[in-house]
Structures are given as C-alpha cells and as structure tokens.
C-alpha cells in the first residue's frame, strides 16, 4: 500500500530535479558580447554602405567577426562562460572594434552604386 506521504514526497522530489535539471541544461547567456557583435555587424554595414570599405576590407572584417562568435559558441558549449572566457572575448572584440575603425578610415573606398 503506499502511503500518501511517500508519495508527496516523492512527487515533489521528482519535480525538484526536473527543475534543476532543465535549470542546468540552459545556455549561458553573453549579453555584452552578443550586444557588441550586434553594434559592430552594423557598424561594418554602415561602412559598405557608405563605401568606406572595400569588399575584402568587408570580407576580413566578417571573417574575424565569425571567429569570435565561434569562440563564443566553444566557450558556452561546456554550459558556462568563465570570467576568463569573457576576457578574452572582449579583448577579440576590443581589437575587431579597432580594425573596423581602421579600414572604414584608410584611404581605401568602394565605389558606391548612385542613388535611384
């Protein structure tokens, strides 16, 4: 016979850990980061669309951007992003910031399609 008390128990029991298992098994979230990869996607935009940069200056500028969303995407695979990670992350994103800078300031431009 069970008892309805074993069964509370173990009902509640059973619904706490499925709790902290869907808890535990969510993506580390990188606001900052997604935030700034955001700003910086538009910043590279602007600057194509502007003519400012060339479409290689365009190419290596996505390219380094990819990277770091992959080292981003590594460092949430193991279900925590460490303060260390998230460093390094700003440090990739530190120097992306100032490479756009760079090229969309050269002297390098691309023609620009006129206006209709």
Known sequence: ???LKTFAFGTAWAIA???????????PVTPRVDARKANQQKRI??????GQLTSRETNRLDKQQARIAATEANDK???KVTAKERRQLNRRQNR???NIHKQKHDAQTAPVAPKA
């Open 17 to 27: 850990s499925l709790g902290a298992l869907a808890q535990a098994t969510t993506a």
């Open 1 to 3: 016979m069970l008892n």
């Open 45 to 50: 935009d602007a600057g194509v669309a502007s």
């Open 96 to 98: 992306a910031s100032a």
């Open 77 to 79: 695979a193991d279900g």
